[in-house]
């Protein structure tokens, strides 16, 4: 097995126990390992989310184009599966795209392989509803994030909740998926780096 396929079989053995072997082993033959570079796209918007992918390394951003602008909706890192979870779902044209940020590998299976292994299995059943629930309480807490908090809460919050993507994602996709310009978000570091206030 090569070393992407490892670490997903590793991490559904330490994340969902509930998992058999045989669940696992009835995957294997679909896994698709996929060295993604450094601005690649996985998906435009216009096309249909065919594959849901776990990162085995490597960080990607989401987002869509409004009035010209783009917006960072989402950042997926290692040991997440990433799609854009609506149009995988629903197999029509989605609105996001998908485009990594650094050099990444991917392990990835299709969207009628899924189907297959909820009719063939109740804990990959059980798996799905996970990942479900996952992608709605995703969806919630970025909304109420923006309906309940001002920039200088969300940059908090991210911080706490992902500390590690400022050393990975550039200043102006952060401040995008913060909802602010740049230099605001430029602002609100300095004045927290002297211990100040907004």
């Keep these: 097995m090569m070393a992407g396929i490892l670490d997903l079989k590793s991490w559904l053995e330490h994340n969902h126990p509930f998992l058999e072997e ?9 896994l698709v390992e996929k060295g993604i570079d450094r601005d690649d796209y996985v998906l435009k918007a216009g096309e249909r989310c ?5 990162i085995a390394t490597g960080v990607f951003r989401m987002f869509c184009i409004l009035d010209g602008k783009e917006v960072n909706i989402h950042f997926f890192t290692e040991h997440e599966f990433m799609a854009d ?23 990835s299976f299709g969207h009628d392989i899924l ?5 063939r299995s109740k804990n990959w059943e059980r798996l799905g509803r996970l990942m479900a629930e996952r992608f709605a309480c995703m ?3 970025r ?4 309906l309940f908090m001002d920039g200088m809460e969300r940059y908090l919050c991210l911080l706490r909740e992902n500390p590690g993507i400022f050393d990975r994602v550039p200043l102006y996709h952060l401040a ?4 602010m310009e740049r230099e605001t978000l430029s602002r609100i570091r300095q ?8």
Excluded: H, N, W
């Design 139 to 141: 969806v919630t807490d």
């Design 50 to 54: 065919r594959e849901l992918s776990f």
């Design 115 to 119: 189907s297959q292994a909820y009719d």
């Design 191 to 198: 004045r927290l780096s002297k211990g100040g206030r907004m």
């Design 176 to 179: 995008s998926y913060l909802g």
């Design 22 to 30: 045989s669940d696992i082993e009835f995957f294997r033959p679909f």
């Design 143 to 146: 909304l109420e994030k923006f």
């Design 85 to 107: 979870f609506g149009c995988f779902l629903s197999q029509s044209p989605g609105r996001y795209y998908i485009q990594a940020l650094e050099k990444a590998q991917l392990v």
